[in-house]
């Protein structure tokens, strides 16, 4: 029983060896078909996350300009209305 088996193998192996190195020619061609077009969608994909931060930056950047803005104006609002405030008590004093 175990020389028939060893036959039948055999027999399977010789007869399927060409057509299993067929498939693994077009396997590998469709492999390097699909590593390129991995490759450009990457390159895609690279190309939308640095317009997505440079979107991103631009944004931050506008509001962090204006609360600077906005904290300078307070800041120079409440230093002048202090500067007044002094002025006005040493006027008082010197009356």
């Known amino acids: 029983m ?7 193998s055999l027999a399977f192996l010789l007869v ?5 190195l067929a498939g693994l020619a077009q396997t ?3 492999d390097a078909h699909q590593a390129g077009s991995d490759l450009k969608n990457a390159g895609k994909d690279t ?3 640095a317009k ?14 204006r609360k600077v803005k906005h904290t300078s104006k307070s800041a120079v609002n409440k230093g002048a209305n202090e500067t007044e405030k002094g002025a006005s008590k040493v006027q ?3 009356q």
């Open 2 to 8: 175990k020389p028939i088996i060893r036959k039948f």
């Open 28 to 30: 590998a061609s469709q």
């Open 92 to 94: 008082q004093k010197t």
């Open 16 to 20: 399927s060896g060409p057509a299993v």
């Open 47 to 49: 190309g939308n996350a």
């Open 52 to 65: 997505s931060v440079g979107k991103a930056t631009a944004k931050t950047s506008k509001r962090a300009a």
